[in-house]
C-alpha cells in the first residue's frame, strides 16, 4: 500500500524535497527508493562534469598573483597615465587588489555554485546529491583561503563524489592527496626538520635575512584527527598529531611552470594525476601514530597510517554520530549512533552499507519534523518544489549567501553547522523571509496553485494551520511565500 508520509520523509529528510507529483512514486517503496541511489559508480551530473578540471582550479589563482605581479611592477606609470586622461580615484580603485581579486573569481565561483545547484535541483537521485555535499562538508575546503579560491569544485567532484559509495577509507585518501585539501590545509608548505630538503635550506637566508621554513606544518594532520575521523575525544594527543604530520611531509603536487602561469590554456589533470610525493621534503625514520609504529617507507607510510585510522573505532563512532545527526536530530539518538557505526564497522568502512544504516534507523522515519534545513537546502527544496529546470546566473548563490550560507565558502575547515541554533537567528530568519517573498513574487501567476504545490511535496507533513493561511492568501504571490516559509518547509 503506498505510504504518502514516508515518501514525504524519503524525498525531504535525505533528499532536497520533491518535485511536483514525485511522491506518489516514491510511495510505493520510500526505502527501496533511497538505496537504489546509492550505487557502486555513478557518473557526475552533466552540469558538473562540465566545470574545469583540478589542475585548471589549481592554476587559477598562480595566474592571477602573476598578472598582479606584472601589474604592479607598473603601478607608477598606471597610476600616472590614469592622472592625464582623467580616470577617477574610484575607477581606478577597481584595479586594487581586494577588487581585481573578487572581479577575477567571481564569474567562476558563479559558474561552479551554479551548476551544483542546477544538478541538485534537477536530479533523479537527490539522496545521493544530498551525500555528497555532506562528505564534501566533512571534508572541507574552503575558498574562503584565497590561495584555494577556485579549487572547492574539482576536490568536490574529483575526491568526494566518486566514493559516495565505495569505503571511506578511500575518500579519506583521496581528500587527503587532492591539491584543493594540500593547500587549503597547508600540507605542501610541510617540510620534515630532519629531511634532505631542509638540511640543505638550513641557514641559507632569505631576503631581509630570515631563515627559511623547515619545520612541520600540522594543520592538515590535525584536522585529519579531529575533524575527519577520531573527533575530539577520540583518543588522539599532540603526539599523534606530530607523528601524523611527519608520515605525510613530502606530500604535494606537481607545481606548475611559468610558462603554465603565463598562458591561458586550460589545465586538464585531474588532482589525482596532480598529486605528488617528494622524497626530498619527507621526515626519516619510522613513527609511531596511535600506537601503532609505521617504518619508513615513502608514501606509503602514509597510505598505510590512513587507512587504519580510517578502521578506528572512534572513527566509526564519530561518522556515525555525524551522519545522525545530519539526517536524524540534532542530538541524536544514542541507539541510532551505536547500529550506524557498527554497520561502519562491520562492513570495513562501506559508506554505501552505512548509508543504508542510517536509512533503516526506525529513528529517521519518525513524522517530527527535527531537522531545520541549512539555506542552502531550503534554497534547493523551493526550487525543486516549483519544477525549475534553469536559474539565472548567480541568483542562487546570492540568495543563499544572503541566507547565511557562501556555498564552498565554509569558514573553517570544521565546515557549515548541522545544528538548527547556527540558522535560527533573528536576522537569518528574516532573510529567509525575504527570500521567500522575492522567490514566490518571480514564479508566481494566476495558474499557480501554491495549495496544490504544498500537497503534492509535502504530503501528510503539510499541516491542516499551513493549508488554511496558504488558501486565504491574498495573491499567488503571497500564498506561494506562506508554503515556503511555513515551519513543515523549513523543517524535515
Do not use: C
Not at 121 to 132: F, L, S
Not at 199 to 226: K, M, S, V
Not at 300 to 325: M, N, W, Y
Not at 393 to 404: E, L, S
Amino acid at each position: 500500500m503506498p505510504d504518502l508520509e514516508a515518501a514525504a520523509i524519503a524525498a525531504n529528510r535525505f533528499g532536497y524535497g520533491a518535485h511536483p507529483n514525485e511522491l506518489r512514486a516514491i510511495a510505493a517503496d520510500p526505502r527501496g527508493w533511497l538505496k537504489a541511489q546509492f550505487s557502486r559508480t555513478s557518473p557526475p551530473p552533466p552540469e558538473i562534469a562540465a566545470l574545469p578540471a583540478g589542475e585548471d582550479d589549481l592554476l587559477a589563482f598562480g595566474r592571477w598573483i602573476a598578472a598582479r605581479r606584472l601589474r604592479n611592477g607598473n603601478g607608477e606609470r598606471i597610476e600616472r597615465q590614469a592622472e592625464r586622461q582623467g580616470v577617477s580615484d574610484e575607477e581606478l580603485r577597481m584595479l586594487s587588489t581586494e577588487e581585481d581579486f573578487i572581479r577575477t573569481f567571481r564569474q567562476r565561483a558563479v559558474a561552479a555554485i551554479g551548476a551544483r545547484i542546477s544538478a541538485a535541483i534537477t536530479t533523479d537521485t537527490p539522496a545521493r546529491e544530498r551525500a555528497v555535499h555532506f562528505w564534501s562538508n566533512h571534508f572541507t575546503v574552503s575558498a574562503a583561503k584565497p590561495a584555494a579560491v577556485a579549487l572547492p569544485p574539482s576536490f568536490e567532484r574529483e575526491a568526494i563524489r566518486p566514493h559516495v559509495a565505495s569505503r571511506f577509507a578511500d575518500m579519506l585518501l583521496a581528500s587527503t592527496k587532492h591539491p584543493g585539501m594540500l593547500v587549503y590545509l597547508d600540507n605542501w608548505q610541510s617540510i620534515g626538520p630532519n629531511s634532505p630538503m631542509a638540511q640543505r635550506r638550513e641557514g641559507r637566508p632569505r631576503a631581509g635575512g630570515f631563515n627559511r621554513p623547515t619545520g612541520l606544518n600540522e594543520n592538515l594532520a590535525r584536522e585529519i584527527l579531529e575533524l575527519h575521523t577520531l573527533g575530539v575525544g577520540g583518543g588522539y594527543g599532540q603526539a599523534d598529531v606530530q607523528a601524523l604530520a611527519a608520515v605525510i611531509t613530502g606530500w604535494t603536487y606537481d607545481r606548475p611552470r611559468l610558462r603554465e602561469y603565463i598562458t591561458d590554456t586550460p589545465g586538464t589533470r585531474s588532482g589525482a594525476e596532480l598529486f605528488r610525493f617528494e622524497q626530498a621534503a619527507h621526515e626519516p625514520g619510522a613513527h609511531t601514530l596511535l600506537g601503532r609504529a609505521y617504518a619508513e617507507d615513502g608514501v606509503a607510510q602514509g597510505e598505510r597510517a590512513l587507512a587504519d585510522i580510517a578502521a578506528h573505532p572512534s572513527t566509526a563512532r564519530f561518522v556515525a554520530t555525524k551522519l545522525a545527526r545530519h539526517y536524524i536530530a540534532d542530538d541524536p539518538p544514542a541507539a541510532a549512533i551505536s547500529r550506524i557505526a557498527a554497520r561502519f564497522a562491520a562492513s570495513g568502512g562501506d559508506l554505501r552499507e552505512t548509508m543504508e544504516a542510517v536509512i533503516d534507523s526506525p529513528e529517521a522515519w519518525t513524522p517530527q519534523l527535527s531537522k531545520f534545513k541549512r539555506p542552502e537546502e531550503y534554497a534547493i527544496s523551493a526550487l525543486r518544489a516549483a519544477n525549475l529546470r534553469e536559474l539565472p546566473p548567480g541568483a542562487a548563490a546570492a540568495a543563499i549567501g544572503a541566507m547565511g550560507q557562501r556555498v564552498y565558502a565554509a569558514p573553517g575547515p570544521d565546515g557549515w553547522s548541522d545544528r538548527a541554533e547556527s540558522w535560527l537567528s533573528a536576522d537569518l530568519v528574516y532573510k529567509r523571509i525575504e527570500f521567500a517573498q522575492t522567490y514566490s513574487e518571480r514564479i508566481a501567476r494566476a495558474d499557480v496553485d501554491a495549495v496544490a504545490i504544498g500537497e503534492q511535496v509535502l504530503g501528510p507533513m503539510f499541516s491542516a494551520e499551513s493549508r488554511q493561511a496558504v488558501s486565504r492568501a491574498e495573491s499567488p504571490a503571497q500564498a506561494l511565500a506562506l508554503l515556503f516559509a511555513s515551519p513543515e518547509f523549513q523543517r524535515r
